[in-house]
């Protein structure tokens, strides 16, 4: 029996007229197929493609010397520059020939770990010319998390850096690949682009110049003719397990939603400037960086550096500079602009903007204002662009202009996404006002369609706490606009700044220093990040000087994670509280942390009650 649909025929009709404005080497067989029972949901199969002659070739007619990418360096004294769609074509065949002279094939992993550069994204899209599947590794991780990404995804080729500028500082990125690779017999080959030209060591036979390599590679490379259902990508990302979750995406289904979506949320216009400020590490980089804008023959801005360097003013000094049109930002970097003072944004004019972004987090009320006033000007639309790494683009946001606007709510699903509301027992709440646990119900094209390698825990993570729904991990609020208001996590992850760090992960890398015993990690409110990491730690020997421990266990992080999983807050406690069964209970300490003391519960049943007020009295914020 050929499988079913899960989609209403008004959906159907609705994805196949979207679908018809993307080019097509064959059409598909079957729309759509599967459901989250059986987690095997297929979109477009039969179909044939290349996702880049969508974000280049068909583009050549019409806008060839439109501008595909504009650069901003880290250094504002240091020229920005910016690649023509008819350039920027030519620049990816030429980076296919060559990873495919360095032997890449269709199929083949390609890891990426670099700083924002041009050769990043053209790298990308090389990849899917020739059918290999790029993973990108954010340049804050630590050769040990890359040497774990390295080792599930089984890549072949990493492309480096020598080194990246971030701010005032040279991040030594080739010689952490190399730390990365010691005795790791799945790559093959590096391939450094040159930037920060601090010294590093070339392993003959192995390492390679991409300046020498690509100035001998044709400027032209065939599109590789590959399958809707052909992986596009995997992106590592935290769970709640220590170990990083390797989201798969698929081609087809990826782009047809991941283009549909820009267009519509950011009501696109040929002379948009577009400018996303998140590394392409993330998703947000991949979907709304690279292939939203692209695929809708948009002009994107690729910034290299950090919104506070060298002044608090970079971020509107190149809104000015490049006449952007529409801003796509973080509640944190806003948030840590704000604190400088709505004068600095005020003396810029910005008449250019038309739309502000938002996401990676809940933006609250505060800076959602200071945002629309001292940046818009009253004058833009704030998206707060609600979604996940998992499900590859935007899924809740007000449409720009069209839809009413809430301030720090995502407001309404898209068209052909189906968000319900379910309690803690699983049962869909049907009143309109609600609060509960954030699930989709039916499927969308762009939804990762498996964890690499782990198709198990793919089914465990997202398709069985609810069953025959996707369980998105967030908790959410609907008002009596039918709006959202996405409330944050309700499992074991932390947003720091927009980033997923997962408890487990940092658990574990407390867990390496040697000093200690055991740890528990959970979030704590921060006033800039949105959400800190509080570590409570137990430790096996008595230490009279416990900054020193403190640092010690920052190090400990740092070189396992990165700095991004750094703990805020570390607090020595003589004793975790327990239950009877030996299970740490988090959420006493997630209570402690965030001032709720009222709230604590009843905690004469735990193993170790005395611990709790221990705890409370040694609290470090
Ligand atoms: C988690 C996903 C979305 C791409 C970047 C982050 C939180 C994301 C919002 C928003 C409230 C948001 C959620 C989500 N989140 N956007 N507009 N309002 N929360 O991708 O690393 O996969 O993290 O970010 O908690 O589950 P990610």
């Given amino acids: 029996m050929p499988k079913q649909t899960a989609l209403t025929p008004e959906l159907q009709t609705y994805w196949s007229e979207v679908a018809n404005t993307f080019f097509w080497k064959k059409k598909w067989e079957s729309l759509q197929t599967g459901d989250f029972n059986d987690v095997d949901f297929k979109w477009f199969n039969g179909a044939r493609l290349n996702i880049t002659e969508n974000c280049l070739d068909r583009h050549l007619e019409k806008r060839r010397n439109k501008k595909a990418i504009i650069f901003e360096p880290n250094n504002p004294n240091e020229a920005a520059s910016f690649l023509t769609f008819g350039e920027l074509h030519l620049s990816v065949c030429r980076f296919a020939n060559l990873l ?69 500082k040279v991040t030594p990125l080739k010689s952490m690949v190399d730390e990365a690779v010691i005795d790791l017999t799945t790559l093959e080959t590096i391939i450094v682009v040159k930037r920060t030209n601090n010294p590093i060591e070339m392993k003959a036979g192995r390492d390679f110049d991409y300046a020498e390599l690509i100035k001998d590679c044709d400027l032209y490379c065939p599109a590789q003719e590959m399958e809707a259902e052909d992986p596009l990508f995997i992106l590592y990302t935290s769970g709640s397990t220590g170990k990083p979750k390797g989201l798969l995406h698929t081609i087809a289904g990826y782009m047809v939603h991941v283009g549909k979506s820009f267009k519509d949320v950011f009501q696109i216009k040929e002379n948009d400037i577009f400018w996303c400020t998140a590394d392409i590490g993330w998703i947000t980089g991949h979907s709304y960086l690279t292939y939203g804008p692209l695929l809708n023959g948009t002009t994107t801005v690729m910034f290299e550096g950090i919104p506070n360097y060298p002044t608090p003013a970079r971020f509107w000094e190149v809104i000015e500079k490049h006449k952007i049109s529409i801003l796509y930002t973080a509640p944190t970097a806003i948030r840590s602009l704000e604190k400088f003072g709505p004068e600095i944004p005020e003396s810029f004019p910005m008449k250019s903007l038309r739309v502000l972004g938002s996401v990676g987090e809940p933006i609250n009320e505060e800076a959602w204002q200071w945002y629309h006033k001292h940046v818009g000007k009253n004058q833009c639309p704030i998206v707060d662009t609600w979604w996940q790494t998992e499900t590859g683009g935007i899924m809740i946001s007000p449409l720009a202009g069209i839809t009413k606007l809430k301030p720090a709510h995502a407001t309404l699903p898209l068209k052909g996404v189906e968000p319900i509301l379910v309690d803690d027992k699983g049962n869909i709440i049907n009143e309109l006002v609600a609060t509960g646990n954030l699930c989709i119900k039916t499927p969308w094209p762009s939804l990762a369609r498996t964890i690499y390698g782990d198709h198990e825990r793919f089914i465990q993570t997202y398709f069985s706490t609810y069953k025959g729904l996707y369980f998105t991990g967030d908790g959410a609020k609907r008002d009596e606009d039918g709006y959202f208001r996405i409330t944050g996590r309700v499992d074991d992850v932390i947003n720091v700044s927009g980033h997923r760090i997962g408890t487990a992960e940092v658990e574990e890398a407390i867990n390496e220093n040697p000093h200690v ?35 010690a266990i920052r190090d400990t992080v740092t070189k396992i994670i990165g700095p991004i999983a750094k703990p805020d807050a570390i607090q020595i406690v003589e004793g975790l509280p327990k239950t009877r069964s030996g299970k740490i209970m988090r959420r006493i300490l997630r209570k402690i942390v965030e001032n709720d003391l009222d709230n604590i519960g009843d905690t004469s049943t735990l193993l170790n009650p005395d611990c709790v007020d221990k705890i409370i009295k040694g609290k470090k914020n």
Avoid at 120 to 139: E, S, Y
């Fill in 100 to 168: 495919k002279k360095k032997g890449i094939k269709k199929g083949d992993v390609v890891c990426f770990y670099m700083g924002m550069t041009p050769e990043l994204m053209i790298g990308l899209l090389a990849c899917a010319r020739i059918g290999a599947i790029h993973t990108v590794v954010f340049g804050g991780f630590s050769p040990q998390s890359l040497r774990g990404r390295l080792d599930d995804s089984k890549a072949k080729l990493i492309v480096t850096h020598d080194g990246a500028y971030r701010g005032d």
């Fill in 517 to 551: 015993t055991e740890s528990a990690v959970v979030g704590m409110p921060h006033p800039i990040k949105g959400q800190g990491i509080y570590a409570f730690v137990t430790c096996n020997d008595h230490l009279d000087n416990t900054e020193e421990l403190e640092k």
